[in-house]
């Protein structure tokens, strides 16, 4: 594979740090991106983001991966407003503002489809990814959307994966906006929607570009 394997976290709707960290990794057309889910929610403009990520798979390839989040909003448009309420409450009403509707079934459908082509998992022959967790002694295509998406690693943190390869995950934001790496597991959720940040990471040389809500760059 020509290219670098990069990874970015939660992005949760700030659109500006997600600029931020793409442009600062100057992405090329033979990069691969994994996007480990959660493009929607809780900040203030998810429709940007959900443009930025179309806009950006035509110039590099770009991996998206299903979050907890993008999976409520999808199963509303595709199933109607049954779970709205539950949706809100994880921060949907932000979603729906920046979208300017009642329900994720009038989102552009090119953004629909944007998040229905979003994968379970992806893996490399080294690492793979998912957006929240997965179990140990179970091949990725048998894990449970309930372990994939909204398992946390505050209830548990999951031993190496009989795969052999590392894990790399988002969805349990870390307060202090720091990555966490044990080993055989990367979690690179930094809270941006938070007092955090954003996080986007060359897998294999470990560089991070961050920025916070604001677009403002770590260190750089
Ligand atoms: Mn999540």
């Given at each position: 594979?020509?290219?670098?394997?990069?990874?970015?976290?939660?992005?949760?709707?700030?659109?500006?740090?997600?600029?931020?960290?793409?442009?600062?990794?100057?992405?090329?057309?033979?990069?691969?991106l994994v996007?480990?889910?959660?493009?929607?929610?809780?900040?203030?403009?998810?429709?940007?983001?959900?443009?930025?990520?179309?806009d950006l798979s035509k110039r590099c390839r770009l991996i998206p991966i299903?979050?907890?989040?993008?999976?409520?909003?999808?199963?509303?448009?595709?199933?109607?407003?049954g779970a709205m309420d539950d949706w809100l409450k994880f921060g949907g009403d932000a979603t729906l503002r920046s979208y300017g509707c009642k329900s994720p079934g009038d989102f552009p459908v090119e953004h629909i489809d944007f998040l229905a082509e979003c994968l379970?998992?992806?893996e490399t022959e080294k690492y793979f990814f998912v957006h929240a967790s997965y179990q140990?002694?179970?091949?990725?295509?048998?894990?449970?959307?309930?372990i994939l998406r909204w398992d946390t690693l505050r209830r548990r943190v999951p031993g190496p994966h009989c795969s052999?390869?590392?894990?790399?995950?988002?969805?349990?934001?870390?307060?202090d906006g720091e990555i966490v790496?044990?080993?055989?597991?990367?979690?690179?959720?930094?809270?941006i929607y938070g007092e955090g940040r954003l996080t986007l990471m060359d897998v294999n040389s470990r560089e991070l570009w961050q920025a916070d809500k604001t677009g403002k760059l770590r260190g750089k």
């Open positions: 594979m020509s290219g670098r394997l990069l990874t970015i976290g939660d992005i949760h709707g700030y659109t500006a740090a997600l600029d931020a960290v793409v442009t600062a990794a100057d992405i090329q057309p033979e990069d691969t996007a480990l889910g959660d493009y929607i929610d809780r900040g203030p403009d998810s429709k940007g983001t959900i443009q930025y990520l179309i299903l979050g907890n989040h993008d999976q409520m909003a999808l199963a509303m448009g595709v199933m109607g407003p379970d998992y992806y140990e002694d179970l091949p990725l295509a048998e894990q449970t959307p309930d052999g390869k590392t894990a790399i995950v988002g969805h349990t934001a870390q307060p790496d044990i080993g055989h597991l990367i979690c690179i959720d930094t809270w």
